[in-house]
């Protein structure tokens, strides 16, 4: 067998007998074959090229040669958003001494005192990030699913309308601090702090996931290591975040929406105008050409999982305290449903130039390009699309400012994580359970704290690309599931109590677990109508995750209703009314011992803010 020059990750290569030379490769005229370089390809696209792979351990391998402009305009980039940031926090210590109330509110949000433009774009950057732009690309490009099937765009739109007009007045008009406080009011702090981990844990599984995405979107561009973009990255974002809070966060959103949007459509047609594809771009929606029709085809058995997936991030995107940070930190309820009502179109037009580069993706002819053949869906590169089209389809200096958008994406959505895990331990744990007398100082070293706690947190779990991702999946389940009705019922449903939320929870935990998960290899118990054995695993077509959520939403208010019944009729004695079903005044009156009975007033906490 003919031996390569180099290797791939930890493998030596050898080429098999009587293959053509595929993919990625070229013969120099001498009995030696050079592959080009192109980092981080898997054995198994080698061995689908025509390579038989010797797992024996090589040392160096083939790297892509380092862009050092494209790294030098990326830094640059980057210098300019921690400018921002620390001009940022300076407005931030100054809206401090304004400030008659705790100061730690305006690290949280912003002293309830941001510009409306400033909330409308914070709010849109915050979802339109690394794994929104890079997914719609991803989903038209793919043959098996095209646009029907890439429902970031939809599913936002859904999300900021129904949080303008049923979560944001109620949310804005209590002055609350964050999304838990309603929780904590009605419920206490143990059944606040059972919905208040998965959301904490998902927060950290987000940061990992979408570094991660930013790590291998800069190796495919400037052939960086992604060890050094995913700590660059992070090290940015951790920086100015720490120093201004919420008004660090909301400033530089909006220079890195502004960036992104402007980076995306300067691609779009160096992209269109590509020759390799620009023959077959207009038609391709509609027209089969090398692929599948990219508007993609719903079946009827495929009907359920659209469904499931379109209403888990629609309304799971309702249960994620990053959105209520934007709108607790408006002026009024008035503009805190202005600031969903704008972010919701705005989203949609941010969605336009993914679905444009996926289109030029799937239309293109790769061999035409230095990347060749097989093309990326064949590679099992799908989720890589658009940083590939980027910079493949386009010119070098295109590309850096293509790398931008992605970073500006990833940066804009982390800070927003941090800041809300870091609010919602700090005041919700911190202050409400662990120390009710911390002083404000106290409370804004703990927010500081805990955001660079997440921050190395999810930084670490980047390196874990592939297991930090199947686990953010099943969070993103659980907040959809558990926290989503939970919501609804503590905002809409006055006759919720301690003893529906906690009934709701464990169904919906309950039937998510049984419903099985292939990603983390947890067995089917439950197999509901349209399931399919696929290649020995069980996949369920059924909208399961909207049953469990569903079955959630019923129970707490029946649960409530039932609890509340029972122990005002004294079918069960009012002294094992632990999470106060009759509420405080009704169990206060009188005891089944004649004697005032003597509860925790959780009311006395709402005036309570860290």
């Known amino acids: 067998m003919q031996v390569m020059t180099g290797a791939i990750g930890n493998y030596a290569l050898k080429q098999l007998p009587d293959k053509s030379i595929g993919w990625g490769k070229e013969r120099d005229g001498s009995n030696t074959v050079t592959l080009l370089p192109y980092p981080d390809h898997s054995v198994g696209l080698c061995q689908a090229a025509g390579f038989a792979v010797d797992k024996e351990e090589v040392k160096g391998g083939l790297r892509m040669a380092l862009d050092v402009g494209g790294l030098v305009a990326v830094v640059v980039f980057y210098v300019l958003i921690l400018a921002i940031g620390i001009w940022a926090s300076r407005k931030s210590k100054k809206e401090e001494e304004k400030c008659v109330g705790s100061k730690t509110e305006v690290n949280m949000i912003g002293g309830r005192n941001i510009n409306v433009l400033v909330g409308v774009f914070t709010m849109t950057a915050t979802w339109v990030g690394g794994g929104y732009i890079m997914g719609t690309a991803e989903a038209v490009y793919t043959p098996s699913q095209g646009l029907i099937w890439a429902l970031g765009p939809l599913a936002y739109l859904i999300t900021f309308l129904l949080a303008g007009l049923f979560f944001a007045k109620p949310m804005r008009s209590q002055r609350y601090v964050t999304m838990m406080d309603p929780f904590q009011l009605r419920y206490g702090n143990s059944i606040t702090i059972a919905l208040l981990l998965p959301a904490l844990i998902s927060d950290v599984l987000w940061i990992a996931c979408i570094l991660a995405a930013l790590g291998g979107t800069m190796s495919v561009i400037l052939g960086l290591s992604s060890y ?101 930190s408006a002026a009024s309820s008035t503009q805190a449903q202005v600031t969903c009502f704008a972010a919701a179109g705005i989203v949609v037009i941010m969605g336009v130039p993914s679905v444009v580069i996926g289109a030029v993706a799937a239309s293109a002819d790769w061999n035409q390009t230095a990347y060749g053949l097989p093309s990326p869906f064949d590679r099992g590169e799908a989720g890589k699309v658009l940083p590939l089209a980027i910079h493949y389809l386009t010119p070098p200096w295109v590309s850096v400012v293509g790398i931008g958008a992605v970073a500006a994406a990833v940066m804009s959505s982390m800070d927003s994580v941090l800041l809300s895990s870091a609010s919602m331990f700090t005041h919700n744990i911190y202050k409400r359970s662990l120390k009710a007398q911390a002083s404000d100082r106290e409370c804004v070293w703990v927010i500081r704290v805990s955001v660079l706690l997440v921050g190395l947190a999810g930084t670490g779990l980047a390196f874990a690309e592939d297991s930090v991702f199947a686990f953010w999946l099943i969070s993103g389940d659980l907040i959809y599931c558990v926290v989503f009705p939970q919501l609804i019922c503590v905002l809409h449903c006055r006759c919720a109590n301690g003893y529906g939320a906690t009934a709701g929870y464990l169904v919906a935990v309950t039937l998510r677990l049984l419903s099985g998960e292939p990603l983390i290899r947890l067995p089917t118990a439950l197999l509901f109508p349209g399931w399919r054995e696929e290649g020995g695993i069980i996949r369920q077509y059924f909208p399961f995750r909207t049953l469990a959520m569903l079955s959630s939403l019923v129970c707490i208010p029946l649960a409530s209703s039932l609890a509340t019944l029972a122990f005002s009729h004294r079918l069960l004695p009012r002294s094992w009314d632990l999470l106060a079903a009759l509420g405080e005044e009704e169990r206060g009156k009188e005891g089944d011992d004649g004697k005032p009975a003597v509860t925790e007033n959780l009311l006395a906490i709402s005036s309570t803010s860290c």
């Open 228 to 328: 050094y973009s995913i700590a660059l990255s992070a090290a940015v974002a951790i920086t100015y975040t720490l120093m201004g809070g919420l008004y660090s966060v909301a400033y530089t959103d909006v220079i890195q929406l502004f960036f992104m949007f402007i980076a995306l459509w300067l691609c779009v047609p160096f992209l269109v105008l590509n020759p390799a594809s620009s023959e077959v771009t207009l038609a391709a929606f509609f027209n089969q050409s090398q692929q599948a029709p990219l508007m993609g085809e719903l079946k009827l058995e495929h009907a359920g999982k659209w469904i499931d997936e379109l209403l888990l991030l629609a309304l799971g995107g309702l249960s994620y305290q990053a959105l209520y940070q934007r709108i607790l």
